[in-house]
């Protein structure tokens, strides 16, 4: 892992190249949330060991976040709504699982001080612009959250660090500050943990499968 931080349009390449290898494999991520539930079955925290080889084909976005089996199984607890939402809004399913883990600990009933709430952690006002009638209600709340995301990716051409950025502190912040991540401590210190969850999940991914030949017939269907 690079002491260093990676800057925004690194930190996009490596993510499109892990997206573009993933869907290759794994379109769906039906791969993916079978591992993550097969791992939430275990007693001790996820640990996912990786080599040098797996580091030089799929740089790292950022430091992985230790997953608590309590987490593994409120994602897992959402594994078919997750993958609905990354399918109907193209979306990486890691992506959504960092955001869920850092916005709300995957509880379902989370409120923050400032009156988000939900999984996705959602505002009043963002719900609404998404059509979300109760923001406790899981299916509503993840999928609403999933196509705010992918708002943002296209708002933001793609790119991961504002795409993360205006969802924390919203597209007006990154656009006063220029197209740029805002001066907030909260933001700056919220994409790194993100990333950190969204890595993660991708190493969750990368540890099951090895090669495509590896891969189970249905995880290749598109």
């Known amino acids: 892992m690079q002491n260093q931080p990676i800057n925004g349009k690194t930190l ?7 997206v573009e290898y993933r869907r290759e494999h794994d379109r769906s991520g039906r791969v993916f949330l079978e591992k993550l539930s097969s791992e939430a079955e275990k007693k001790e925290p996820l640990k996912v060991n990786t080599s040098r ?3 030089a084909e799929h740089p790292r976005l950022a430091r992985p976040r230790e997953i608590s089996t309590a987490q593994a199984r409120r ?3 959402h594994a078919p709504l997750i993958q609905e939402a990354a ?3 193209n979306v990486p399913v890691e992506l959504i699982c960092g955001v869920m883990l850092q916005e709300s600990n995957c509880q379902t009933k989370a409120v ?4 988000a709430q939900g999984l996705m ?3 009043p006002k963002t719900a609404e612009r998404f059509g979300v009638k109760n923001s406790f209600d899981p299916e509503q709340n993840i999928d609403a ?3 705010y995301l992918r708002w943002l990716m296209d708002e933001f051409k793609g790119d991961i660090e504002l795409t993360l950025a205006a969802y924390n502190a919203g597209e007006g912040a990154v656009k006063k500050n220029g197209n740029k991540v805002p001066p907030y401590r909260e933001t700056q210190e ?3 943990k993100v990333l950190g969850y969204t890595q993660s999940m991708i190493d969750i991914f990368l540890a099951q499968v090895q090669r495509a030949d590896d891969l189970p017939a249905h995880a290749r269907r598109v």
Do not use: W
């Open 12 to 18: 996009t390449n490596r993510f499109n190249k892990y």
């Open 53 to 55: 080889e797996r580091d």
């Open 75 to 77: 994602l897992a607890r």
């Open 87 to 89: 399918r109907k809004h």
């Open 112 to 115: 923050s001080p400032s009156g």
């Open 121 to 123: 952690q959602l505002m």
């Open 145 to 147: 959250g999933t196509r």
């Open 190 to 192: 919220y994409i790194p």
